[in-house]
């Protein structure tokens, strides 16, 4: 590379490198010898960090000439020369762009069917977004696609597809997004600005990132590099190869150690050492704090807030909250805005969330609801509607009562001539509706219809300027013809993904940030929520349309790298204090469901370790996060838990008789589904399924069994059926394939053609929402299917039933219960297996779970098949997992399978007197139960450790509980 010089690396944590990174600087602009440098940052709290300590340690507080761009696409637009600053596109054109992309699929192709669905099309435009940033374009994509060791897939050739017009119509619209700077500056031959650029906080460049150095190295820029992330560290073993790799390529000078005159934190090296699975002692600067619920999590955040101010002097502005969800965020933003407290963050709502808002979608659905009355209704309530056509919703509903009209445009005009007063408006706003959409053209771009919209809104609302502010026509880029179904359908994204400021951030307040933006500033205090599992560290979500192969072409993070880069992320976050941390666990939701702890807190809150545990704060308890404010709703709150409220009506007063015996430290009562013998028949039989439910928790019991209420179904698309769905569906697919033609004869061609039988007969497809991904959900179910049978084809025997129904008792307890397979051995013996698709257990966990009485299936069916004389000599479970082995499932035979029949049947007759005594507390018996349970708002367990207070005083509770063992019982 001719003329282009060595680069040069700074490691070391941040408060060395950006002590380095100043005495540069300064170093290069006391010279005067070259031109000022410019700094590309990892963020912009970074850079107001870099910022500060430039003008604190410059001559005068100005430091002249010197440059700082809080990212690579800001620099790529300065020193490309161009002339406008870089956007993105809008959320309404991103919805449409892919809409007409979607157009030219033909019949066939995967997505279709939903190519007039704006949900996908605007989940499709995000994934394109993403990929974009990444310097990811449609061909890069496409070229990936086709050279994965399997080909692409047709749901990966589709999106390709989409991705490549999509594309098209975004460069028209937007030639000047964070990308598009970037790729012109890399591929551009023309003379750009040239000098001495230091690269501070990156240590894992994307793709485009990493072309655009490349450009700027071989053009003549002098780079310096100063990254958090040390060559040599523990960490670098999965983070930061690529870019480690890059620098060698571009012919790295020197590497730099800069941290060892400044020490890292006390914070930060406790943090760096307990997760990495060394000993170290707690700082005295970290605390835990417990919660339940979102609201409970914000409360927690702002007592925490005024206990460091309070306790330590900590002014608000020197505190950084990290919250990991974008509804977190706002959630705290809400409540401190409301509660008072000073916030360096903008009180925002989606646009959707505006009374006017509602209106305009649901004037623009009102032909395709034939102009409903319950739609005229909604318009009516929300007090947007200009004085004349403003009904009231009460008199809609009169009216619909006396003249049985119900909906119908001419039905609602033909009311005008009415002596009624409501019935005059109702018209008339009909009729303003109805001229809307007559004046509304058929099919043209967007902004054509927003200005017809506009213009009879004007007419409509109490405020008409409200119109246009909500509309935004310049928020609607693309230039292609859409319809008023599609028009709505953009206006909806538009007005969802776009948020209005109601107040602006206040700078003296706390700062709310992400984990990513916290990383390399500094505060006096640091506060982090999201420390629960799935949240930080974050859940690998798996996106059906990227298959693992083209993932790794893609140079996206792999799930094995996932976790090493939030581990180190998390430590930096830590590592932004340089007095105090909190760490706020939530350990329950709203519905009182029991959350588990992250890793990461697992990890720094180890009393293994032998160097002493956290620091604990009072939790918040529930009455606290509903009341702990001084707002009208609060204070109403306080009033009703001090028994100060309004007893005349019998509905009031049985509501606060539940509330206090709900919160007392007393056994179990009625209003916890304790509901005294003879409140409901017990069943003449029970089955295995029954018995492990009521072990689980007897109130889960209750709803399935007694009150046989039914989970809510999903309407989401998704990568896979629901758990249920999916065990059916293997369980029919393999006694099938073993009872027609045994594990032997089963060819993946004979696998796929029973699934697909099996999944058109259950109608998989309506529960995944799309052929594409039920084609992507049968290919994984062919491989795991076949893994399997393989794993058993050498076990002598035959299959020689499946599904046989089966009655008799446990012990003196009458059961019925059906088989899953009975496999018949060479010696005429036979083993009954039931068939698992979830989690395997092993033999250990399989026989400790039914000695507690949490298992009941195999000595369930050993015991009824030996009633009905087919002469088993053994049972057990037949996990679908891959990679295990026959010798590896959980199979008990002779006298070890008699002694779990004998134990099941004592726990069997103990839970039967117990349903007979209607005895159905919501007592589950691990945390894991509540996480899965669909019905916490029925059993408010809430808040979190009640149902402790209420079992220690509860002979039942202990009887049924006092047993050692209460592990998860077992789930498909």
Partial sequence: MSGSHPVEVFEGHYRALERSLVERVLSSVGSGKAAPPVIVAAGRPQLERLAGLLSLESPGGVLTGVRLFPGFPQFASWAGHSPCRPVRPTAADMCSFALEAMRDLESGEPFHNLMSSASTAFSLSQLFERLLDRGIDSSAYVVASQTTRSGATPTERSVGKIFERY?????????????????????????????????????DLNPGQRR???????????????????????????????????????????????????????????????????????PGGLELVECSGRLGQARAVLRQIEALGSERGIAMDSIAVVERTEASRSALAALAWHEGFPVNCPLEAPLADLPVSRLILGVLSMPDEDYHYTVLRSLAMTGCLTAGADPVPGGIDRIVEATGVRFGEAEWLALEGDDDAESGKLARLAGLISGLHRALPRSAPAREHLAVLEEHLGGMLLEPEMAGAVIAAEAMRSPRPVGTGELRAVLESHLRNTSIELRPADRRGFRILAPETVRGTLHRAVIVTGLEEGVFPEAVREDPRLSPDLRQKLQLTSPENRMAEETFLF???????????????????????????????????????????????????????????????????????????????????????????RLSATPFDEYDGCLGAGAVTPPARLSATALEDYAKCPFLYLVKHVWKLKERPGTSVA?????????????????????TRGAAGASPGRVREVLEESCAAMRVEQALGSPALLECFIERQVRLTVGFLESIRHVPGDYTRSEVELEGTLGKVAMTGRLDLILTGPDGGCLVLDLKTGKPKDKAASRRLTLSGHLFQIPVYYALARQAGLGPRGAGYLYVARGLEWGGQPIFEGDEMDRLVDASAGWAERYRDLIAECYFPPLPGDKQVCRRCCYGALCRKTPGDRLSWRARDDDRARALRGEPGTEEGGDD
């Fill in 167 to 203: 594309e098209a119509l975004r460069r028209v619209a937007y030639p000047d997004t964070h990308d598009s700077v970037m790729s012109s500056l890399a591929a551009s031959g023309r003379k750009e600005r040239r000098g001495a650029a230091l690269i501070y906080g990156y240590y």
């Fill in 212 to 282: 655009l150095i490349r450009a700027m190295h071989s053009s003549g820029w002098e780079l310096d590099f100063f990254t958090p992330l040390q060559a040599s560290s523990e960490w670098a073993a999965g983070i930061g190869i690529r870019t480690r790799a890059l620098i060698e390529e571009l012919g790295c000078s020197a590497r730099t150690r800069v941290d060892s005159s400044t020490p890292m934190s006390e914070l930060g090296q406790f943090a760096e050492s307990r997760l990495l699975g060394r000993t170290a002692a707690v």
């Fill in 571 to 661: 430590r930096q976050v830590l590592e932004a204090a340089s007095e105090r941390v909190c760490l706020v666990f939530e350990k329950s939701d709203a519905m009182g469901s029991t959350k588990q702890r992250s890793l990461f807190l697992d990890m720094l809150d180890d009393p293994a370790s032998g160097a002493g545990r956290l620091a604990r704060r009072a939790p918040v308890g529930t009455a606290e996060s509903l009341v702990g404010g001084s707002g009208p709703a609060q204070t109403a709150a306080a009033m009703a838990l001090e028994g100060r409220v309004t007893r005349d009506r019998p509905f009031m007063a049985r509501a606060l008789d539940a509330e206090t015996a």
């Fill in 719 to 739: 990568a896979e059926p629901d758990l249920r769905l999916r065990g059916r569906l293997l369980h029919r697919v393999i006694a099938t394939i073993l009872t």
